[in-house]
């Protein structure tokens, strides 16, 4: 158990992209400043669910939700919920690293002066915290003005992450950040992402079930659109209550 405050309740939620139901009653609840990670099989609609949580889906056409998200003990799938900052206070991160076309300084930036920053040095400012809070800042302080496309692909990644918190988040969603780095890319971000979860709640879609078990504290386990267990990661990777979801984490499926 946890005297973690609920960062988000999700309470019956149904996706359907069309006709086609990609999440079936889905109740979880997520707290705060804990490393979450959902894991399951291609296609049981781990990123459909991550995506609902900031209202990514939106995007898609024909996609439609039932049921209800609370973030902060409210529904951010009310009509008046302002989007704009939702996806201000939940981030995200993708599994290719997908910095703009600018400089590192530029790509820092851009979402603070979306929101309204003008201050040369509380940007600056802003660039300084979150290059030090990603651990890039001694490598790149003196080609903050190059092309962010010439750092290699983890420093591309830690670079999104930074930007993802230029805007103060309180969530980062991460959609397989590491399956595109090698080894040693992969185990810093490992890191960087435990050490952030001293100040963000963390969401993380893993294929990688010893990524999982490493770095998260709690675990979902996706199957056809259905949430079959979620509970403390040493649980589920020790001692899991259902038998689907042993057969996944020893390999007899996915
Ligand atoms: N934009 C879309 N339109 C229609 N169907 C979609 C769309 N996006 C996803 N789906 C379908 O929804 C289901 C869940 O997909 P989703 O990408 O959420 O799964 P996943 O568990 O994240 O898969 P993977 O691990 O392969 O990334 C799949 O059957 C997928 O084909």
Not at 101 to 109: D, F, G, Q
Not at 145 to 152: M, P, Q, T
Request: with cysteine; proline share 4%; aromatic share 8%.
């Amino acid at each position: 158990m946890t005297d973690k405050e609920k960062t988000f309740q999700v309470k019956d939620l149904d996706l359907y992209y069309g006709t086609f139901q990609a999440l079936k009653k889905i109740n979880i609840d997520i707290y705060e400043k804990d490393i979450t990670a959902l894991i399951g099989p291609s296609g049981c609609g781990k990123s459909t669910f991550l995506r609902t949580l900031n209202r990514m889906n939106d995007l898609v056409e024909g996609c439609r939700i039932e049921g209800s998200v609370l973030f902060d003990g409210e529904d951010i799938y009310d009509k008046d919920y302002d989007l704009i900052n939702l996806r201000k206070r939940a981030g995200m991160v993708f599994q290719k690293p997908n910095p703009f076309p600018k400089t590192i300084y530029e790509n820092i930036t851009y979402g603070p002066k979306i929101h309204g920053e003008k201050n040369k040095s509380k940007l600056d400012e802003i660039v300084e915290r979150t290059l030090r809070e990603v651990g890039l800042w001694e490598e790149v302080k003196d080609r903050l003005g190059k092309s962010a496309i010439g750092l290699s692909g983890g420093q591309q990644q830690r670079l999104c992450i930074a930007r993802c918190l230029s805007v103060e988040p309180e969530v980062i969603l991460m959609d397989e950040p590491t399956s595109a780095l090698d080894p040693v890319a992969t185990t810093k971000i490992e890191a960087l992402i435990q050490e952030l979860a001293s100040k963000y709640s963390i969401i993380i879609v893993t294929h990688n079930m010893q990524q999982a078990a490493r770095i998260s504290n709690r675990t979902a386990f996706f199957l056809t659109g259905e949430i079959m267990e979620i509970d403390d990661t040493e649980k589920i990777f020790t001692n899991p209550s259902n038998s689907k979801t042993e057969e996944y984490i020893t390999g007899r499926f996915g």
